[in-house]
């Protein structure tokens, strides 16, 4: 499906640093929208092998600020022709999203939600008790009697797709553009120099050879914090795990995504009929993914609550991903102070559903070396200005 | 399920835990200007490494510092905080 190059050549436009969908993605667009094609895209491991592989694939833009709404709702709006643009098969999936309320904090939250939402455009609506019981006659409304359902949040846009073919199909479609997919190529250090002006990049080191760059997308997602050490950037990033998991194929019986946050639950099913389920992130820092009982444990617990049929059905995989966790709950991209060092990070457990929208705003921001209209809310300086972007209260359970 | 030591009550199931993130020193606020403040507020060490952490045993509330290595998850040692400079 992909070209290998033997080489890496001595120097390109751009190198992008992660072959995840947001890396391939910007390719995409760099090839496509941009005419820059003297492009690498390098991978210490195999495309598509980071979250983008280990995600739980909810695609959604019901979130709390403008300036998430309005992001998310443009990636939405991209999605839908994309597999009509690779042509593959995405099985993008739209679902509706139901996001419960067990509180009366939690119904505030939802109320909010709906009306940033309908004032930018995007279907969402508050819903009651007896609309959830309508919708989802297959849940038990009372949670096994300890958290109740007083509500929801139906977002009928919300849908799932297929992670590996989104990273496939972006990236046969920039290898079919002339840009260079090296996997099994690891970023080791980035050199800089600085003629009085402040910092600039001029190359990249990796474990397969030097390159001459002025320009670097840096696309890791959990290895964002060892980039930016490399280039002297700090940052508020925190790298915890997030774990996830499916049962065995089940006849179709569950058609929308439901999350609970006072559950720590989210759920949907796939087309093969597997229930994907996760939960909230690991509790404190780690850069391993490795996997624990307790969270298998925890989870199923949480999901017999809502769904006591379920008892007998079995979990056949489990395994975890690495978040890029930003304070606010919002992305960190764009330009930054190491001039030709342009960021994608902070994706954290939400960045899936942003691949295509991350693609077109980092292309754009890296042909044009500024910040495309729409990421201006996501700088790297809005916490040194205390200019935070909140997106606690839509982004974290329902990812 | 991973154990860790409370100083004071002994080895107990993780879950029994909280994490509240990497011990830091805290600039003065009163002369402190706004980026160095900023920078301690929000900025955080995120590369993996050993890292000396605060923790809370939370049936007990014992709060106390674990040594651990963040991209191994191995618990080197903890021990109850004292301030730099105070009496043994
Ligand atoms: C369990 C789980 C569930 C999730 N669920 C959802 C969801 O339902 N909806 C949603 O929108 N988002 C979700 N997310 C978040 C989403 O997966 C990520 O935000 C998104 O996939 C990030 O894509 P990426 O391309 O930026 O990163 P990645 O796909 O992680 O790609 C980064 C790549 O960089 C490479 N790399 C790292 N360091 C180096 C180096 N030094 N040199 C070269 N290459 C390097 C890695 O090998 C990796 O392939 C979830 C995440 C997890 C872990």
């Known amino acids: 499906m992909f070209a290998a190059h033997a080489q890496l050549r001595p120097s390109y436009d751009v190198v992008i640093i992660g072959a995840g969908g947001h890396g391939l993605a910007s390719a995409y667009y760099l090839a496509r929208d941009h005419g820059i094609r003297n492009i690498a895209v390098l991978d210490k491991g195999y495309l598509g092998g980071g979250n983008t592989g280990r995600n739980t694939t909810i695609i959604r833009s019901n979130y709390l600020t403008a300036e998430g709404v309005k992001f998310y709702d443009e990636s939405v709006r991209l999605w839908k022709d994309l597999a009509q643009d690779f042509d593959l098969n995405l099985f993008y999936s739209t679902r509706g999203h139901f996001t419960l309320a067990h509180t009366d904090a939690a119904m505030r939250t939802m109320r909010w939600r709906a009306e940033v939402n309908k004032h930018f455009g995007v279907q969402s609506e508050a819903i009651d008790a007896q609309a959830v019981a309508d919708a989802l006659p297959m849940m038990d409304l009372s949670c096994g009697g300890r958290a109740p359902v007083l509500g929801a949040l139906y977002h009928a846009p919300g849908a799932i797709a297929r992670h590996d073919a989104v990273a496939w199909g972006y990236g046969r479609g920039a290898d079919r553009r002339g840009v260079e997919i090296h996997q099994q190529t690891a970023v080791r250090s980035i050199e800089l120099e600085d003629r009085g002006s402040g910092p600039s990049v001029v190359g990249v080191v990796t474990d397969r050879g030097r390159i001459s760059t002025r320009k670097v997308l840096c696309a890791v997602a959990g290895a964002t914090p060892q980039l930016l050490a490399m280039v002297g950037l700090k940052s508020p990033i925190y790298v915890h795990p997030l774990q996830a998991m499916v049962s065995e194929p089940l006849k179709p019986w569950l058609d929308p995504i439901i999350v609970s946050g006072s559950l720590h639950v989210y759920v949907s099913q796939t087309a093969r009929g597997e229930l994907v389920m996760g939960a909230s992130l690991d509790p404190y820092e780690l850069h391993s993914t490795r996997s624990t009982f307790d969270f298998a444990e925890s989870l199923s617990m949480h999901m017999l609550e809502m769904f006591p049929f379920l008892s007998d059905v079995k979990i056949v995989r489990q395994w975890a991903g690495l978040a890029d966790m930003t304070p606010d709950f919002a992305p960190i991209m764009g330009t930054t102070p190491v001039r030709g060092f342009y960021l994608d990070s902070g994706w954290g457990t939400w960045g899936f559903k942003a691949t295509p929208v991350c693609g077109k705003t980092m292309s754009y921001t890296v042909a044009s070396d500024a910040n495309h209209p729409l990421i201006e809310g996501f700088g790297l300086d809005r916490f040194r200005r205390y200019a935070l972007t909140g997106e606690k209260g839509a982004a974290a359970v329902g990812h | ?88």
Do not use: Q
């Not at chain 2, 107990?12 to 600039?27: D, N, Q, T």
């Not at chain 2, 000396?52 to 709060?63: A, K, Q, T």
């Open chain 2, 1 to 88: 399920m991973k154990l860790m030591t409370c100083p004071v009550n002994g080895p107990r199931l993780i879950s029994e835990f909280v994490y509240a993130g990497e011990l830091r020193p805290a600039p003065d606020p009163a002369t402190s200007d706004d980026d160095t403040w900023a920078d301690y507020v929000f900025n955080r060490s995120g590369v993996a490494g050993i890292k000396h952490e605060w923790w809370c045993h939370s049936p007990s509330g014992v709060w106390f510092i674990a040594e651990r290595d963040t991209a191994t998850d191995v618990i080197m040692r903890t021990f109850l905080y004292r301030a730099p400079g105070a009496a043994e």
